[in-house]
Each structure stands twice: as C-alpha cells, then as structure tokens.
C-alpha cells in the first residue's frame, strides 16, 4: 500500500491532468468523430469532412485545456499559447489524416468501417501526441517543481501548525 501511495505522490498531477485530458478529449473526440460522420456525405470524403470537424473540435478543446486541465500550470501570452496549440494540434490532425489516407489510398480500404477504425486509431495516435506536446511546450511545468492545484498551493503557503494544536477545540461547557 505504501508504494501505491508513493507512486500516486509522484505522479499526482500527471494522473490529474490526464483525467482532465480524457474529459476534454472525450467530448473533443464526438465533436470529431460525429462531425466527420455527419458531414462526409455532403463534402464527399473522408478528409475534408475531418479536417472540419477536427476544427471545430479544436476550438472547444483549447479553451477546456487552456482553463481547466492545465490551468494550474504557468501561462504565458495568449498568442504565443495559441499559435503553440494550433500548430501542435495540426500535427495531431496530421497524424489523424495520415491514418485515414493510408487505409483509404495505399490499403484500398474505403468503407465506413475500415474509414472509422482508421479515423479512431488517428484520434488516439494523435490525441497521445497532443497531450505530450501540450505539457512540453504550451503549458509547461513552473520551473521550480511540479504544477499545484491552487488550493494545494494555497495551503502550502500557511505557516506550519504548533505541536499539539491539531485536536478540535474543547469549548467550555456549563459549570466551568
């Protein structure tokens, strides 16, 4: 149990910021995949209708991970963080793309299930690419430990209890 717990202090906040991830991804991912499916027939392809929805997609998951998943790590200008997350987030649709192409060009695969596993695999490929890249370079780490929650942060700040005082008060009852 004991290891559990150090292996849990040591990767706290990487634990936390890939649930916030997931989350965000999740809901990234059905504007992706649902987008895509939804407007493939009338784009007629594969690629145009992902590359849209991909788009779309990115808008929400900027602004969820901007200010909810790595919200505790250091900011920098919103242009800079910006122009970071959409060329990292266009080397994920890469990846998403290259997937389907290789299954839809070089396998000859064409039908909506080989399409949505390649779709699917791109997704995850890039979506693990992106959650590496986003922490290296678009909401790194304070240069001096690891990222806090603020309340964490917050409470390390309080100065340290005297010895004792960490049982509830007794307030004086009747007669005394």
Request: glycine share 14%; charged share 15%; net charge positive.
């Amino acid at each position: 149990m004991n290891r559990v717990r150090e292996w849990y202090g040591r990767f706290r906040q990487l634990i936390r910021e890939g649930a916030r991830f997931g989350v965000v991804g999740g809901i990234g991912f059905v504007i992706t995949d649902g987008g895509t499916n939804l407007i493939r027939a009338p784009l007629h392809g594969w690629l145009k209708a992902n590359a849209i929805a991909t788009l779309a997609a990115m808008v929400f998951t900027f602004l969820g991970s901007r200010y909810w998943t790595f919200r505790q790590r250091q900011r920098g200008n919103m242009g800079r963080e910006t122009i970071l997350f959409v060329v990292l987030n266009g080397l994920g649709l890469g990846i998403q793309l290259a997937c389907i192409g290789f299954t839809n060009y070089a396998l000859g695969q064409t039908g909506r299930l080989a399409s949505n596993i390649a779709l699917f695999l791109g997704i995850v490929l890039g979506t693990l690419f992106r959650f590496w890249s986003y922490r290296k370079w678009v909401w790194v780490a304070p240069a001096s430990g690891p990222a806090l929650d603020p309340a964490e942060a917050a409470a390390r700040e309080l100065p340290p209890k005297p010895p004792g005082t960490d049982a509830a008060p007794s307030t004086p009852g009747p007669g005394r």
